[in-house]
């Protein structure tokens, strides 16, 4: 798993990298001023205001310039200031504020609750391959990854909130320990469980054919034991 984690971070470095460049260009080239965000629905200033204002923000500073200048910033962590809805707040706070903790905390229960399901579940199902528990595994994954989200969300409320009344409350936010996080990590999990049960699945089928396990199973060892101590440890540092 952290080999695998670690090979797709370095795949989405040119992926960043060409996203940040073309965002940067369209921004540059595209239509449109900037500094009309600013001033909305009042008269524009005169072109001496305005030469002023460009200046103040770097506007008029050649292309390459302005470029290397926001990379150079973004990469100390500073992602500038807004000049439209958000007037003279810095846009780290804007994105790393309340909001973003509140993501990373429903991401964090999310990717938690999807180890907690998934990895077990495709160990099960591969230790019992092509049998009635497998093909529910795997076919219950498949079949709950093809309703979207935005359906999935609704429903879920419906139904444990509307009609089982297991929940008083589903919106809003009141910290990881408040009942309302359940529901939107339940959504936010189920959505990649098949992807994690298939790989769990075939790594730990790859591994239930060495030699190893054989070897440990005629040593008289558990089949508890050769499956935590041997082929769980494998399976995993494959994954």
Sequence with gaps: MIRYTFKRLLHTVPTIIGVLVLTFVLGFYGPGDPLQFQFGEQPPPNPEQLARLRHRYGLDRPFLVQLGDYVWKLLQGDMGTSIAVFKGRAVTKLLFGGRMQVSLQLGGLALLLLVLIGIPSGILAAYKHNSLLDN???????????????VL??????????????FSKVTGWGGILDQRIILPTLVLAINPLLGVIRQTRAAVLEEMGEDYLRTARAKGLRESRVLTKHLLKNALEDL
């Design 136 to 150: 529910i595994i795997v076919s219950g994954a498949a079949a709950i990854q093809t309703v979207p989200v935005f």
């Design 153 to 166: 969300a609704p429903v879920f409320m419906l139904a444990f909130s509307l009609k089982l009344g297991l």
